[in-house]
């Protein structure tokens, strides 16, 4: 018995783009990628075959579209598809998650996070008021980290640390413009809310 595709591009499934769960009633053991789930969705508010309404979640009605990039938006809304509210995430073309964001109508809120093409986490970042807020944390697809920036009301605003081997540059910015001020310093003198190793947060997501 041959393994079963996806029955909208009749391709097989990936580690980075997997069948997601049956969103109607049909019967049989259809399967179906988040993309082209994304496509179908985008079309029609109930599955063609069986009209069983697509899912929403939390009562949330719930927008899909690909930008012109090809990345695939996928997010919750109360009444206006233009506004935001809830999970709002886009996956790479391939169909892996690229960025989890959560919004408060039409305002990003709280903990953000980014992964690489294979999943691994790259950076996490913090809203507050619809603005990035506190610190950026960025790691390098090695695991390694990268860079920290300092936020205040979306602007850059004090410290910025930029990471080589065992030193770390530091540089000072006030609303988005970098001063006149640098210093290198020993990775290990630095306190642990700077050096922070990359968690082990997982590219997966409730939504599907």
Same mark, same amino acid.
């Given at each position: 018995?041959? @393994? ?10 990936? &580690? ?8 109607? #009633?049909?019967? $049989? ?15 029609? !508010? ?15 009605? =719930? ?7 090809? /990345? =695939? ?6 009444? @206006?598809? #233009? =506004? ?28 953000? /996070? ?5 999943? +691994?986490? =790259? ?6 008021? $619809? ?6 944390? *960025?790691? $390098? +697809? ?11 009301? $979306?602007?850059? &605003?004090? !410290?910025? /640390?930029?990471? @080589?081997?065992?030193? *770390? ?6 609303? +988005? ?7 290198? *310093? ?13 968690? #082990? ?8």
């Amino acid at each position: 018995m041959t @393994d079963p595709t996806c029955f909208i591009c009749m391709e097989h499934a990936t &580690s980075t783009n997997p069948y997601i769960e049956q969103v109607c #009633n049909c019967k $049989g053991s259809l399967q179906l990628h988040a993309a082209c789930y994304a496509n179908l969705r985008n079309r029609h !508010s109930t599955c063609p075959t069986c009209k069983t309404p697509y899912p929403t979640r939390d009562g949330l009605k =719930i927008k899909t579209y690909i930008d012109s990039a090809g /990345y =695939i938006h996928y997010y919750t809304y109360i009444v @206006d598809e #233009n =506004i935001p509210h809830g999970s709002y995430i886009i996956r790479y073309p391939h169909g892996a998650i690229q960025t989890h964001r959560r919004y408060e109508h039409g305002a990003p809120v709280h903990i953000g /996070y980014t992964w690489n093409t294979h999943g +691994d986490l =790259i950076e996490r970042y913090t809203y507050l008021n $619809g603005q990035l807020n506190s610190y950026y944390y *960025v790691w $390098g +697809d090695d695991g390694q980290q990268v860079e920290v920036r300092s936020y205040s009301e $979306g602007r850059l &605003s004090g !410290s910025h /640390y930029n990471f @080589d081997g065992d030193y *770390v540059r530091i540089h000072m910015y006030i609303n +988005d413009r970098k001063i006149k001020y640098e210093r290198y *310093v020993p990775t290990h003198t630095l306190p642990s809310w700077v050096v922070v190793p990359r968690p #082990n947060v997982s590219s997966t997501s409730d939504l599907l």
